[in-house]
T-cell receptor, first 112, second 117 residues
C-alpha cells in the first residue's frame, strides 16, 4: 500500500521554464511534508518543507503547495536550471513518530 | 546545516559474512536516527527507527535479527547486516533527527553501497 505516490517517474523541461513535480498521499495523519533532491549513490538533500497548517511555502526558486482536501502537494521550481536535474522525492511525516514515508521519486531533466 | 556521515561509503563482502555500517551526526546531537534502504530506481524504504539508549523499532517485514541496530550515543548509530546474502545488496542510508529540532529536521547521510557476492 503506497501511502505517498509520485505518479510521474520523469519530467523534462527547458532551462528557464517552470518545473512542477507532483505528489499525492493517502494518510490524513501526515502533518508535515518535505521535498528532497537526490543524485545517484548519494543521500537525499533537503530542499523545502511545509506544515499541514499551511498551504504554501516559498524558498527562493522553490515553492511547495499543499492541498489538504485533495491530499496533494507539488513542488514548483522557477526558473529551472540544468543543475536542478536530479531525482526529486516527496516525503510525508507524522510528528507523533518522526518517521518519513517517501514517494517513488521523479527524475527531473532540465535541458539547456 | 547539519552534517551526517556514513562509513564505509561502499563495501563488498562474501555471502555469509557480517557487515557493519556506521552513521554519525558530526555537528549536532541526534535524538533519533533512521535507517533506510533503496533498491535501484526505487524509493527509500524505512527499515527502522533508532533512539539513543533504547531498542530500535523495526518496520513491518524487516528482520531485526538480521539487521542489528545499535544507537550507543547521541552521535552514533550502527547497522550490522548479519550473515549477508546477495539479496541484501542495496544502498543503505541513515538519517538523523536533531535534538530539540522541529519535526521535519531530518538530515541524511551520503549512503553506503553494499554488494554481497
Amino acid at each position: 500500500d503506497q501511502q505517498v505516490k509520485q505518479n510521474s517517474p520523469s519530467l523534462s523541461v527547458q532551462e528557464g521554464r517552470i518545473s512542477i513535480l507532483n505528489c499525492d498521499y493517502t494518510n490524513s495523519m501526515f502533518d508535515y511534508f518535505l521535498w528532497y533532491k537526490k543524485y545517484p549513490a548519494e543521500g537525499p538533500t533537503f530542499l523545502i518543507s511545509i506544515s499541514s497548517i499551511k498551504d504554501k511555502n516559498e524558498d527562493g526558486r522553490f515553492t511547495v503547495f499543499l492541498n489538504k482536501s485533495a491530499k496533494h502537494l507539488s513542488l514548483h521550481i522557477v526558473p529551472s536550471q540544468p543543475g536542478d536535474s536530479a531525482v526529486y522525492f516527496c516525503a510525508a511525516g507524522s510528528s507523533n513518530t518522526g518517521k518519513l514515508i517517501f514517494g517513488q521519486g521523479t527524475t527531473l531533466q532540465v535541458k539547456p | 546545516g547539519a552534517v551526517v556521515s556514513q562509513h564505509p561509503s561502499r563495501v563488498i563482502c562474501k555471502s555469509g559474512t557480517s557487515v557493519k555500517i556506521e552513521c554519525r551526526s558530526l555537528d549536532f546531537q541526534a535524538t533519533t536516527m533512521f535507517w533506510y534502504r533503496q533498491f535501484p530506481k526505487q524509493s527509500l524504504m524505512l527499515m527502522a527507527t533508532s533512539n539513543e539508549g533504547s531498542k530500535a523499532t523495526y518496520e513491518q517485514g524487516v528482520e531485526k535479527d538480521k539487521f542489528l541496530i545499535n544507537h550507543a550515543s547521541l552521535t552514533l548509530s550502527t547497522l550490522t547486516v548479519t550473515s549477508a546474502h546477495p539479496e541484501d545488496s542495496s544502498f543503505y542510508i541513515c538519517s538523523a533527527s536533531r535534538r530539540g529540532g522541529g519535526s521535519d529536521t531530518q538530515y541524511f547521510g551520503p549512503g553506503t553501497r553494499l554488494t554481497v557476492l
